[in-house]
């Protein structure tokens, strides 16, 4: 489901996607807002929103706590963390809470490092070190592993890049773990994570750094990020993006373009590296892809040994793109 956002003024309509259109279903419920949080809570089968931006003059920072049961919006704290916009936020399925973590306060721009955890009647601080503080990162919560997972942001708002952030980090209900993988997505800021549990990896789309926006896709196994082939929606970020399970698909809606605000929606299917030609099996199209990549000097090919969009294309792509063939999809 999608609530609010911004087009000139803040939004405070309800739509649900249902894997090929979008209904309208509230046009009430919480006030207008943009730069607030979702997280789907399966275990009392309610959406959870915490949080954003009131367009005002001055803007208002949110700090009130809302959910959605599929019929009717009731607003059930309003206390709990302190008025933030742009946190990161998920829900941990096997404790039966929704984490947030970080976000900033806009008025100055202060950057938040806290966690908090809903239980679905209070707010619980958690924990006060681990990651350093920061807004625009994303979270995912990663159940076959039990931990949650957050990557990028900006560490001080300045603007300049300076602060822009490409860690890895796991929270496992007690604390916060710095991960160092060998390959690293450049460092962004509004990007989204979501978890693909059919395949049981985390993934990563879009945002943007100092000078580009991003159309990259990426996937966190737990160990390492390896970058997607996949091509799809345009470079953008500010985006919503979540994970359909009934459908085992991740959905994404609108974005900030370089044209403008975006309103397409796209899904992801799970491929993995060696499906070359995304058809769903690995045989001979595959290395006859991977081939012509290779030749025409795509990111794809030339990544393969680094993964990092930096990369030559040489013979050890060819090496590596063989030895992930051999070792095929999850």
Known sequence: MLFGGWDGSDLRDTWEWDGQNWTLRDTGGPPGRRLHRLAYDSRRRVTVLFGGLRDSSPNVPLGDTWEWDGNTWRQVATTGPEPRRIMSMAYDSQRGVTVLFGGAHPMPTTMLGDTWEWDGSEWRLVAQTGPPARFASSMAYDSQRGVMVLFGGDADGVGNGTGWLNDTWEWDGSVWTERNPSTRPPARRSLELVYDQARGITVLFGG???????????????????????????????????????????????????????????????????????????????????????????????????????????????????????????
Not at 210 to 238: C, H, I, K
Not at 243 to 271: C, I, K, N, P, Q
Not at 309 to 316: A, P, R, V, W, Y
């Open 208 to 330: 943007r750094d100092l000078s580009r926006r991003f159309s990259d896709t990426w996937e966190w196994d737990g160990d390492d990020w390896v970058r997607n082939p996949a091509q799809g929606p345009s470079a953008r970020y500010m985006h919503a993006m979540a994970y359909d399970s009934s459908r085992s698909v991740a959905v994404l809606f609108s974005g900030a373009e370089s044209a403008g605000t975006a309103t397409d929606t796209w899904v992801l299917r799970g491929l993995c590296y060696a499906d070359c030609d995304q058809s769903g099996i690995l045989d001979i199209f595959d290395f006859l892809c991977f081939q012509n990549a290779f030749v025409s000097g795509e990111p794809y090919a030339c990544d393969c040994e680094i993964v990092s969009g930096l990369g030559t294309c040489d013979i050890f792509d060819f090496l590596c793109f063989q030895n992930r063939f051999v070792a095929g999809c999850p």
